[in-house]
């Protein structure tokens, strides 16, 4: 387990970009695959993106695939959003996953963030 903490988000307007950051609290995650869920109100936490521990290789979403993009370090992964539209105002949450393979099921991310905002409105 390893405590994570979001930070970045808030209103944009459409067609603009907002950078998220998830940092650890206690210790480096260089060992866990991380990820960013996300989840609007009244639907399911969905996948956005994950980057490999080993590799730094990343996964997306289709629907956000040319839009954001994943990076990691050690201490830290960033997820940039760009081009936003309204639909992709909701809840942003980073995980991590202490396994070497992907997961894009939110049951498969033991420790979690609280979350940060992300609006997208005029």
């Known amino acids: 387990q390893v405590q994570l903490v979001e930070s970045g988000g808030g209103l944009v307007q459409p067609g603009g970009s907002l950078r998220l950051t998830c940092t650890a609290s206690q210790r480096s995650f260089s060992t866990f695959v991380m990820g960013w869920f996300r989840q609007a109100p009244g639907k399911e936490r969905e996948f956005v993106a994950a980057?490999?521990?080993?590799?730094?290789k990343p996964l997306y979403a289709d629907s956000v695939k040319g839009r954001f993009t994943i990076s990691r370090d050690n201490t830290k992964v960033n997820l940039q959003m760009n081009s936003l539209t309204p639909e992709y105002t909701a809840v942003y949450y980073c995980?991590?996953?202490?396994?070497?393979?992907?997961?894009?099921?939110?049951?498969?991310?033991?420790?979690w963030g609280q979350g940060t905002q992300v609006t997208v409105s005029s």
């Open positions: 995980a991590a996953r202490a396994a070497i393979y992907y997961s894009t099921l939110p049951s498969d991310f033991g420790s």
């Open positions: 980057v490999g521990r080993d590799d730094g």
